[in-house]
């Protein structure tokens, strides 16, 4: 059977077309990334009528790939929680389209269970049950994930999330959106150790929360004295490498002990990690090196599968054997983790 699975939460409008097996017959993701770069940041309305634009396109793009016509599918899977509004409509109006001209059902993908999925994906066998970190540009969570689809949420982000630091951290520097691989990139010539930025509430054992926002703005302070913000172009080479590089430790320290905290708190022996921000090679690096010594399980997928793209969206496929569909009255929570 062939599953279309459609992601439109945020900047990227992606499809793919995966069997019941799993196996993915192919995947597009059309980025947003020039649109958004002039503003540092993604804008709601820019996204959503780029979405509109892209859709149609996508969707025959990946049907063409896998040398297959509408006719062939057998049910689409759209993303319709949580992300922008207006995104994540074109998406859904898009997948209940097709799925009332071709009188196939239609299921529903909840976005943070799917970044989750990609690590079941990535490594070809059940995952579950797993600690589960997602850190992507709108979210920073850890959760108990004791299946695919039953996630309980153990804590999070009180203020920004680690994505949204990285891609304003990366434009209080001068360097260009999407911050988090420009940071990564920045860093990999800088000395950490050259400015110690604080890590907000990682030693407190109390709580798996993280608090981000306090990190960027000790950041502005190091790099501009007074607070006054100062030309990034002022800034040489040397002193943006250094600061991305002390920048990037702190919040991966952040991460990393949380993520540890979490694991022995909960007695899980597995760790999924998913969301844009995974595909940070500190990140990976300090992980791999934390799941040796703490001898748990560490599935972190490939950098393709952290951002985002449709193939996650195969995450339906649990859904729709357990018959778990959705009618066309479907609507998006863009806030609501459900
Ligand atoms: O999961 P994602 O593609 O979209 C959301 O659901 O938000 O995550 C995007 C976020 C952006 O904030 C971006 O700066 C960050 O992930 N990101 C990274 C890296 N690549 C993307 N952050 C750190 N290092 C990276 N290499
Ligand atoms: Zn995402």
Do not use: W
């Not at 996204?47 to 006719?71: M, Y």
Request: aromatic letters at 6%.
């Amino acid at each position: 059977m062939h599953l279309l699975t459609i992601e439109t939460t945020c900047d990227e409008t992606a499809a793919a077309v995966i069997t019941d097996e799993l196996k993915v017959l192919s995947s597009v993701v059309a980025s947003q990334e020039n649109l958004h770069q002039q503003f540092g940041g993604v804008v709601p309305e820019i996204a959503s009528r780029a979405h509109v634009e892209k859709i149609l396109p996508v969707i025959d793009q990946t049907l063409r790939k896998a040398e297959l016509t509408l006719g062939d599918l057998d049910a689409v899977a759209v993303a319709n929680t949580p992300g922008l509004a207006g995104s994540l409509l074109v998406g859904l109006t898009a997948a209940k389209s097709l799925c009332l001209a071709l009188d196939i059902p239609l299921l529903a993908v909840n976005h943070l269970q799917a970044h989750v999925y990609a690590c079941r994906l990535a490594s070809g066998r059940d995952v579950f049950p797993c600690i589960g970190l997602i850190v992507s540009g709108g979210h920073s969570n850890l959760y108990r994930c004791n299946g695919a689809t039953d996630f309980t949420l153990l804590g999070g982000t009180i203020d920004d999330a680690a994505g949204e630091a990285f891609d304003k951290v990366a434009s209080l520097l001068g360097l260009p959106y999407p911050g988090g691989p420009s940071i990564g990139k920045a860093a990999a010539a800088g000395d950490p150790a050259r400015y110690r930025f604080p890590r907000p509430l990682k030693d407190d054992r109390t709580r798996l929360d993280f608090s981000f926002s306090g990190l960027k703005t000790a950041v502005r302070y190091q790099v501009h004295g007074t607070g006054k913000l100062s030309d990034a172009a002022q800034l040489d080479e040397q002193t943006i490498a250094d600061v991305a590089a002390g920048f990037q430790e702190a919040v991966v320290d952040c991460l990393v002990a949380k993520a540890e905290l979490a694991l022995q708190q909960t007695g899980y022996k597995t760790l999924c990690v998913g969301g844009g921000v995974a595909a940070n090679g500190r990140l990976r690096e300090r992980l791999q090196q934390s799941s040796s010594e703490g001898a748990y399980e560490l599935h972190i997928p490939p950098m393709s599968l952290c951002t985002d793209n449709a193939v996650m969206g195969a995450i339906a496929i649990e859904r729709l054997k357990a018959g778990k569909f959705e009618d066309l009255s479907l609507d998006v929570f863009p806030g609501l983790e459900r």
